[in-house]
């Protein structure tokens, strides 16, 4: 089974996955891990394109199973031709701002391990989300058309409960 899922920061792609992962002991990838580069000094850096993609190459070559989730869509075509099944996360504005603001208090109060975000950061991922709600969602859905056999479109959370508990 090769699951790939999509959706704005703060949607609930890490949650899904982790679920799914743990009922079906598949291997589970966050493309931010390759997407930006955790060891570098300054937060925010990003990994050079042809690094990504020699990353996520090593991902699907070396994996039969896999669930890889995140807000990618642009150079990460591959992982979508090879998914099973692709669930988009279009959750509610108001879902995922208060889930970003959220996760930025728990790992600031060191309850929740994650990146070292700053507030201007967090504040720049939430202008950010309008940008992704109101472009990026579109061209996606361009983009997954042609998959629609193997799209499902997810948008709230008893949506992503009903996937989890599916047999």
């Known amino acids: 089974m090769k ?15 982790n ?11 966050d493309l931010d891990d390759i997407q930006w580069d955790n060891n570098a000094k300054e ?31 642009a150079w990460v ?7 099973d099944k ?3 996360l279009d959750m509610p504005g108001y879902l995922y701002k208060s889930r970003i603001i959220m996760r930025f ?3 600031k109060l060191g309850l929740q391990k994650g ?4 507030l201007k950061s967090v504040y720049n991922l939430l202008k950010w989300t309008e940008t992704f709600q ?5 061209e996606i859905r361009s983009i997954l058309d042609r998959y629609d056999n193997k799209v499902v479109w997810l948008s709230g959370k008893k949506d992503v409960e009903k996937i989890i508990k599916a047999v």
């Open 77 to 83: 075509q591959q992982s979508f031709d090879e998914a």
């Open 115 to 118: 990146k070292k975000e700053t």
């Open 134 to 138: 109101n472009k990026n969602l579109k």
């Open 105 to 107: 208090i728990k790992r």
């Open 86 to 88: 692709i669930y988009v």
């Open 19 to 29: 679920a799914l992962s743990k009922k079906y002991n598949i291997s589970h990838f």
């Open 43 to 73: 937060y925010g850096k990003k990994r050079p394109l042809d690094e990504r993609k020699a990353l996520l190459q090593e991902i699907l070559y070396n994996n039969d199973e896999w669930i890889i989730e995140g807000v990618y869509y």
């Open 3 to 17: 699951i790939r899922i999509i959706g704005c920061s703060g949607s609930g792609k890490t949650y899904l996955a």
